[in-house]
């Protein structure tokens, strides 16, 4: 990569405050104050390109044209099925710029799931990637084919690769090619276009990925966009001068509110090829800034854990010293308390230098910043980030605030909060302990469903999020747990889930967890096995583990194991939150498997369904509650 085409101008990034109307204006701004400096480094061929700014609104400017020229209207909804990609982001902004609203479908959606998306939303055309499998499922393109003929809104479908199957589809690049007619034949309808478009105007159709019940189509203005772009600008928690590498999947706000830091601010983006491949490719590109969820952080966590302590001899003497001297260190810190201690200070020497100079060589050496959204963040995965060095600003937003709502400030993390409000935000407890959000990033409404839009919306502006929180001193937001998610024991004790499943989450033999127990004596849990973690923990006792997923998590060595877990997480526990009995699962929860949401969270009205049989059987023989 040319040293040039790293560089990035530092003035103002984009129109003063309240001027831009929308996504497109703060497009036009930088491509015209950025010219040939890259905005997007993807991989094509095997090698890392560059795509410039110039490059990009052309690309844009032409696709628009062709979804003009095929009858796309102002508040058209056109959909965009496929991962995240350069493509994906040229799609959306050209949508965005003929005036309609992009309806973001997951990579990971099932027939039946983009089927609803689709009706719910009359979609009139639908975009879709590759036909390539992914998973256990067939190829994305394939996936529409089997409901398209259920879908009487979509005109068209267009295909970003792939041959045309019949005269429903069109390929992409004859509908570039008919805009690139357009567009040279009246070059001013573009900027005639974005001068009607207003701050209120639809930008997009997000829907909920839903933990519980259907997803809900969440109106998106291009207001709510501006003004978080307004805001993370203010903050300065994002840079011109970062490279940002970005996985996340598009259809969610999260992925969208780093798409409207990016327009906002004039940044490179880095396009991860996949989720797979996000290590390999931070090695590879050195990026500045990563925007996470915490299964990312897990994971990491996980394995440093696990190859440490397991090996062999003195280094895994000293490895499991050190890391007990962090259960310590965390214990002591969650309890508000200083930790320091001339063992610590010999640990963090003669161990946790060494993790840290192998994790920076693996996030290629320039990490300066991680964001943490989309899921709560364990406060001890936050502390062992935080004492290697690493600044990691949790966040906290929904779906329904365009994202970002509060944010830890770079200069001052509070681990166990998810930040102080962005500028322009309030947010305020409800009696129940329910956190009440309202600022202009706040949606219009649910599409097409009055009844569910007057339950959390109120009148004068604050949405009801759901959630269970607190506000500290300095203005700080806790949050507790998900309001619909608190399990009350028959005992008619509160219990938050999602904590406990966060502590047995930074355990290598874990891999995911679900608390279950409302309304029951007791509280039981679902486990999968860490399968890599647990074939090492047989090998290193000399025994051949199992073929399957399935023989290894019922295997004697990880259940002992997973019950040394529990163990160890009940005695951080009030005894009402206390994990009395465990089954494991035969597979890890997975989005191919219906378990997970694409931002990797528990789907827990699902999974508590799906697997109510096994539930059950954790109570039988108890009297009846």
């Known amino acids: 990569m040319r040293a040039e085409q790293q560089m990035h101008a530092v003035g103002p990034a984009a129109p003063p405050r309240g001027q831009a109307r929308s996504l497109a204006d703060l497009l036009t701004v930088q491509a015209q104050r950025q010219g040939a400096r890259a905005a997007i480094t993807h991989k094509k061929n095997g090698r890392w390109e560059d795509v410039s700014w110039s490059w990009l609104l052309d690309e844009v400017k032409k696709q628009s044209a062709g979804l003009v020229a095929m009858g796309v209207q102002p508040g058209d909804r056109v959909a965009i099925f496929g991962a995240t990609s350069l493509q994906w982001l040229i799609a959306d902004l050209a949508v965005t710029a003929a005036r309609a609203v992009t309806v973001p479908i997951y990579a990971s959606n099932t027939p039946d799931e983009c089927r609803y998306i689709l009706n719910n939303s009359e979609s009139s055309l639908l975009l879709v990637d590759h ?21 009487p809104s979509v005109k068209k479908i267009i295909l970003f690769e792939g041959a045309p199957q019949g005269d429903r589809e069109l390929a ?12 040279e034949a009246d070059a001013g309808a573009y900027d005639q276009r974005l001068s009607q478009m207003k701050r209120d105007d639809l930008q997009c159709l997000i829907y909920t990925s839903g933990t519980t019940g259907d997803p809900k189509g969440v109106m998106l203005t291009h207001g709510n966009w501006v003004f978080e772009g307004e805001g993370l600008s203010d903050l300065g928690l994002l840079l011109p001068s970062d490279s940002v590498m970005l996985f996340l999947p598009l259809a969610h706000s999260f992925a969208q509110v780093i798409k409207t830091g990016w327009l906002a601010q004039g940044f490179r983006l880095v396009i991860a090829e996949s989720t797979e491949k996000l290590v390999a490719n931070l090695a590879e590109t050195s990026p500045t800034l990563l925007p996470s969820v915490p299964r990312v ?45 001339l063992s610590f200070a010999l640990a963090k020497r003669l161990v ?16 300066r910043l991680f964001i943490s959204g989309g899921a709560p963040l364990s406060r001890k ?18 779906t329904e605030t365009a994202a970002g709502s509060t944010i830890n400030r770079v200069d001052k993390i509070k681990i166990g909060t998810v930040g102080a409000p962005i500028p322009g935000v309030e947010i305020k407890i409800a009696p129940d302990g329910e956190i009440l959000i309202k600022g202009a990033h706040v949606m219009l409404g649910y599409y097409k469903n009055e009844a569910a839009s007057k339950e959390a919306l109120e009148p004068d ?36 889930p999602q904590n406990i499943e966060n502590s047995l989450k930074t355990y290598p033999i874990v891999s995911q967890a679900m608390v279950y127990g409302d309304k029951r004596k007791y509280l039981v849990v679902l486990i999968c096995a860490n399968e890599e973690n647990a074939r090492k923990l047989l090998q290193d006792k000399g025994i051949t583990p199992p073929a399957s997923y399935a023989e290894l998590s019922e295997h004697a060595e990880v259940k002992a194991e997973v ?31 219906g378990e997970l949401t694409p931002t990797l969270k528990v789907k827990r009205k699902l999974c508590s369904q799906k697997y109510k049989a096994m539930l059950d059987a954790m109570y039988e023989g108890d009297i009846a509650d």
């Open 461 to 496: 502006g604050w949405f009801h999020s759901g959630d269970i929180g607190e506000i500290d001193a300095d203005g700080y937001v806790r949050i507790t747990d998900r309001k619909k998610d608190i399990i009350v024991t028959a005992g008619g004790k509160n219990v938050a």
């Open 381 to 398: 995965i936050a502390y062992f980030f935080d004492m290697l060095g690493y600044i990691v600003a949790e966040g906290y937003g929904l």
């Open 563 to 593: 019950q040394r877990t529990l163990d160890a997480v009940n005695g951080q526990q009030p005894p009402y939150s206390s994990l009395k009995k465990f089954r494991m699962m035969d597979h890890d929860f997975t989005q191919d498997s």
């Open 172 to 183: 992409l690049s004859d509908l570039v090619e008919q805009g690139r007619k357009a567009h």
């Open 297 to 341: 952080f897990e994971k990491v966590f996980a394995n440093v854990v696990a190859k440490g302590t397991s090996a062999p001899g003195v280094k895994g003497k000293l490895a499991r010293w050190a890391f007990r001297l962090f259960d310590e260190y965390v214990e002591a810190r969650t309890q508000g308390k200083e930790y320091a201690s």
């Open 131 to 151: 036909d390539l499998p992914e998973g256990k499922q067939p190829g994305r393109a394939s996936r529409i084919r089997q409901r398209i003929g259920e879908c």
């Open 352 to 367: 946790f230098s060494k993790v840290k100079e192998n994790l920076d060589k693996l996030l290629g050496g320039k990490m």
